[in-house]
């Protein structure tokens, strides 16, 4: 009995040793890169498993992604009625769904924060749910975080405010931000996947709540040449300055994957976007100070560029609406303007010797585009892109197998950017654009932050601002190098049309073919 005794006491001593304080100048995080099934006994049971393994690092939270536990199952989350009585499923289940009862007790066992992604059912039947908003006398189903604590209680609920082709389900009924408070110091907000293109809440709950840390599940279609997951992911770090934890489906098929823990501008703390089925968790020690990361951790973990080959790789439809410059070997310097931006590029290129060779365009783009015709939104752009031939119709394409070689070697590149300085929408407490520095290599990875150089300058005495990106690794196998802004002002505008009519109508029409069976294939999947 007494050695037992003893064993019990050694486990709360290690139990309580590993939980991070508001003393502490770090906490240790989690997320959750998972493979897509539609067994839901199983990815509860897997759920379980990896809560158990992150806190066996010491994780302090741990995040999963967007609908991978719950794919055809609704569960009810009542925060405003029995959850404000009784918080801990765990100690009640005869009250609560399997889900809930099972994760608050794996949190609760393992004392550490979970953050899951359900679709929640609210009955608005006879009666409605206490305490939430029923306009209509019927059942609602939303895309939702919920947020276990320590003890196994739900702390947090947050619905998507921006769906993607998710019809069966409802955008949030009210925009409410998500937000919660860890007894080791930190305030959280999160969002779900789409939610992050917005103004609401992506850019507003970092600036009306001087939020440092984000939390994101996300099923991201990832779409070159700006927006793969992980290039998206750490570009929103950089520029928000925050702890970003990025939780990320792995559906190679349908171009879902793209997991990491990111911190401001010191780039990923450890990341992966791979081509291949996989469920990963990946744990690191982050600074409560975005970006003032102290000793070694494990950085990227890079695929073998041939298997992202298996990755379906979506491709932006504006691009046909931007100004373009195709570059030719050697120094150039030059300036392109689409209305109100204008880039100014400084490039000495030269070509590797591989069989397959990408060219490069030069971009420019003031504009509206459209996110797979869900929803349109503004972007102002300045960059570098490679293409698989010389008209713009190619560029933002992988060729259809990796060849060693292939990319271009830039000697020199810097991308001058002058745009509309952002501007506080004193309404909502939120900037009304913001820019990005954007890049991508052969392994669909971003470069690292001591590969490039970025700088704001606002100019005085004028709206303006200089946004510069400046490359350092010459040596980098780039397909991607810019500044890539969202104007938020122009959201829900129509598409600007493409600027050259060279092959654009077919291009456009076979985008169009490309984008139908494209949400065929994730609707399927979801």
Same mark, same amino acid.
């Given at each position: 009995?007494?050695?037992?005794?003893?064993?019990?006491?050694?486990?709360?001593?290690?139990?309580?040793?590993?939980?991070?304080?508001?003393?502490?100048?770090?906490?240790?995080?989690?997320?959750?890169?998972?493979?897509?099934?539609?067994?839901?006994?199983?990815?509860?049971?897997?759920?379980?498993?990896?809560?158990?393994?992150?806190?066996?690092?010491?994780?302090?939270?741990?995040?999963?992604?967007?609908?991978?536990?719950?794919?055809?199952?609704?569960?009810?989350?009542?925060?405003?009625?029995?959850?404000?009585?009784?918080?801990?499923?765990?100690?009640?289940?005869?009250?609560?769904?399997?889900?809930?009862?099972?994760?608050?007790?794996?949190?609760?066992?393992?004392?550490?924060?979970?953050?899951?992604?359900?679709?929640?059912?609210?009955?608005?039947?006879?009666?409605?749910?206490?305490?939430?908003?029923?306009?209509?006398?019927?059942?609602?189903?939303?895309?939702?975080?919920?947020?276990?604590?320590?003890?196994?209680?739900?702390?947090?609920?947050?619905?998507?405010?921006?769906?993607?082709?998710?019809?069966?389900?409802?955008?949030?009924?009210?925009?409410?931000?998500?937000?919660?408070?860890?007894?080791?110091?930190?305030?959280?907000?999160?969002?779900?996947?789409?939610?992050?293109?917005?103004?609401?809440?992506?850019?507003?709950?970092?600036?009306?709540?001087?939020?440092?840390?984000?939390?994101?599940?996300?099923?991201?279609?990832?779409?070159?040449?700006?927006?793969?997951?992980?290039?998206?992911?750490?570009?929103?770090?950089?520029?928000?300055?925050?702890?970003?934890?990025?939780?990320?489906?792995?559906?190679?098929?349908?171009?879902?994957?793209?997991?990491?823990?990111?911190?401001?501008?010191?780039?990923?703390?450890?990341?992966?976007?791979? =081509? /291949?089925? *996989?469920?990963?968790?990946? +744990?690191?020690? #982050?600074?409560?100070?975005? !970006? %003032?990361?102290?000793? $070694?951790?494990?950085?990227?973990?890079?695929?073998?560029?041939?298997?992202?080959?298996?990755?379906?790789?979506?491709?932006?439809?504006?691009?046909?609406?931007?100004?373009?410059?195709?570059?030719?070997?050697?120094?150039?310097?030059?300036?392109?303007?689409?209305?109100?931006?204008?880039?100014?590029?400084?490039?000495?290129?030269?070509?590797?010797?591989?069989?397959?060779?990408?060219?490069?365009?030069?971009?420019?783009?003031?504009?509206?585009?459209?996110?797979? =015709? /869900?929803? *349109?939104?503004?972007?102002? +752009?300045?960059? #570098?892109?490679?293409?698989? !031939? %010389?008209?713009?119709? $190619?560029?933002?394409?992988?060729?259809?197998?990796?060849?060693?070689?292939?990319?271009?070697?830039?000697?020199?590149?810097?991308?001058?950017?002058?745009?509309?300085?952002?501007?506080?929408?004193?309404?909502?407490?939120?900037?009304?654009?913001?820019?990005?520095?954007?890049?991508?290599?052969?392994?669909?990875?971003?470069?690292?932050?001591?590969?490039?150089?970025?700088?704001?300058?606002?100019?005085?005495?004028?709206?303006?601002?200089?946004?510069?990106?400046?490359?350092?690794?010459?040596?980098?196998?780039?397909?991607?190098?810019?500044?890539?802004?969202?104007?938020?002002?122009?959201?829900?505008?129509?598409?600007?049309?493409?600027?050259?009519?060279?092959?654009?109508?077919?291009?456009?029409?076979?985008?169009?073919?490309?984008?139908?069976?494209?949400?065929?294939?994730?609707?399927?999947?979801?």
């Amino acid at each position: 009995m007494t050695v037992i005794c003893i064993f019990m006491f050694l486990c709360f001593i290690r139990l309580s040793a590993q939980k991070s304080t508001p003393a502490d100048r770090s906490y240790v995080a989690a997320v959750v890169e998972y493979q897509v099934q539609s067994n839901e006994t199983a990815n509860l049971q897997k759920y379980l498993q990896l809560i158990e393994e992150a806190a066996s690092q010491n994780a302090d939270i741990i995040v999963f992604p967007e609908m991978t536990l719950t794919r055809g199952q609704s569960v009810v989350v009542p925060i405003y009625g029995l959850l404000k009585v009784y918080p801990v499923p765990a100690t009640h289940p005869e009250l609560y769904d399997e889900v809930l009862v099972s994760i608050s007790e794996a949190a609760k066992q393992s004392q550490i924060y979970v953050v899951i992604n359900v679709q929640e059912m609210m009955d608005c039947k006879n009666g409605g749910s206490p305490g939430e908003n029923c306009p209509k006398q019927k059942q609602y189903r939303f895309n939702t975080n919920v947020v276990f604590d320590r003890n196994g209680a739900v702390i947090d609920r947050y619905r998507k405010i921006n769906l993607f082709g998710e019809y069966s389900r409802t955008a949030a009924l009210t925009p409410d931000l998500g937000i919660f408070t860890t007894d080791f110091g930190v305030t959280f907000g999160h969002f779900i996947c789409f939610d992050l293109m917005f103004q609401v809440p992506s850019i507003q709950v970092v600036q009306k709540n001087k939020i440092t840390d984000v939390i994101f599940p996300t099923m991201w279609f990832s779409e070159l040449p700006y927006l793969t997951a992980v290039e998206i992911q750490q570009a929103y770090a950089h520029t928000m300055n925050v702890n970003f934890l990025a939780a990320g489906a792995n559906n190679v098929r349908v171009g879902s994957t793209g997991s990491g823990i990111f911190s401001g501008k010191a780039g990923a703390l450890i990341s992966l976007m791979t =081509g /291949v089925p *996989t469920t990963r968790l990946l +744990v690191a020690e #982050v600074p409560k100070v975005p !970006g %003032q990361v102290e000793g $070694t951790y494990p950085g990227p973990i890079y695929d073998n560029p041939a298997d992202q080959d298996n990755l379906l790789l979506k491709t932006d439809p504006s691009l046909l609406s931007h100004v373009s410059r195709l570059l030719k070997t050697g120094l150039e310097e030059f300036t392109l303007e689409d209305k109100d931006v204008y880039c100014h590029f400084k490039v000495r290129l030269s070509q590797r010797n591989g069989n397959t060779s990408y060219r490069y365009r030069a971009l420019a783009f003031s504009g509206t585009r459209t996110f797979d =015709g /869900v929803a *349109t939104g503004g972007a102002k +752009v300045c960059s #570098v892109v490679a293409c698989t !031939g %010389q008209n713009i119709s $190619t560029c933002g394409n992988r060729f259809p197998r990796f060849s060693p070689n292939s990319t271009g070697i830039f000697d020199e590149l810097t991308i001058t950017a002058r745009v509309p300085t952002p501007v506080m929408d004193v309404e909502i407490n939120a900037k009304n654009s913001i820019y990005f520095p954007v890049s991508l290599d052969t392994n669909i990875m971003p470069l690292k932050p001591k590969d490039y150089t970025y700088t704001e300058t606002v100019l005085s005495k004028d709206t303006n601002s200089l946004y510069v990106l400046d490359l350092k690794n010459v040596t980098a196998e780039l397909y991607v190098f810019g500044i890539w802004g969202r104007e938020y002002t122009s959201d829900g505008q129509e598409s600007s049309p493409p600027v050259e009519d060279t092959d654009s109508i077919i291009v456009s029409v076979l985008n169009q073919i490309g984008g139908l069976i494209w949400m065929f294939l994730s609707a399927f999947s979801r």
